[in-house]
């Protein structure tokens, strides 16, 4: 069965800074990968996905992330947060034959804190 | 509608009583699917509908859950007996398709507190 790993449980960051959120997965093949956010009493937000391709995707809000298949990796980052990036991030991944029956696997999740 | 509606977004009950929780999905989506999230557990997965069918139930925590959806479109958990460790968000997200290309779209949840 798949699995995601995001190491940070809290990350602070200084307004303005990079960030970079970890994501580890294990699964059998190439999954498809997501990143959603999470802000406090809301839903989940699609950032981006990696289904196929370019290993680096664009995503919303000025986030990017790369697959890198041979760390089993699929960091976020962002050049230069803002106040309102802090939110709960969680990576997630879906089974590439069809995650339907499955659902997503998401990772515990890191909360992003941003310092003035 | 716009997105995934959820219904109530808080609930509050007491140990021993039953609850239903309503999704409405984003219309046209035919798959439908539940998670609960909660801070020992973090989200996991409860179950899928494509259309009106459920094709594995093996997610759903313990036989006092059930989920069921009619008409291809609501959706309706069903929690009996509640434990105090059913208290967590319960999150249904749809998508157009239920495959894992499809994109899921999630509702704000609905808040469940057992006393």
């Known amino acids: 069965a798949q699995s995601v790993t995001q190491p940070d449980i809290h990350i602070t960051v200084s307004e303005g800074a990079s960030l970079e959120l970890r994501c580890n997965y294990s699964y059998g093949a190439t999954p498809y990968l997501f990143w959603y956010v999470q802000s406090p009493g809301q839903g989940l937000q699609l950032l981006l996905k990696?289904?196929?391709?370019?290993?680096l995707v664009q995503g919303i809000k000025g986030f990017e992330a790369e697959f890198k298949r041979s760390q089993s990796s699929f960091n976020l980052r962002k050049p230069s947060v803002h106040w309102s990036d802090a939110a709960e991030y969680f990576c997630a991944v879906a089974p590439y034959s069809g995650g339907g029956a499955d659902g997503l696997t998401f990772g515990k999740g890191t909360h992003l804190i941003i310092q003035p | 509608g716009a997105g995934v509606s959820q219904s109530p977004s808080n609930k509050v009950t007491e140990k021993g009583k039953d609850v239903e929780l309503r999704c409405d999905p984003i219309?046209?989506?035919?798959?439908l699917y539940w998670y609960r999230q909660s801070l020992g557990q973090g989200l996991e997965f409860l179950i899928y509908?494509?259309?009106?069918?459920?094709?594995?139930k093996s997610g759903l925590p313990s036989d006092r859950f059930s989920a069921e959806r009619t008409g291809g479109s609501v959706s309706t958990l069903t929690i009996q007996r509640t434990q105090q460790e059913d208290s967590a968000v319960y999150l249904c997200a749809s998508s157009s398709k239920g495959t894992g290309l499809n994109i899921q779209y999630f509702g704000a949840g609905t808040r469940l507190s057992v006393l």
């Open positions: 219309s046209g989506h035919t798959a």
């Open positions: 990696y289904f196929s391709g370019d290993t």
């Open positions: 509908f494509q259309g009106n069918s459920a094709p594995d």
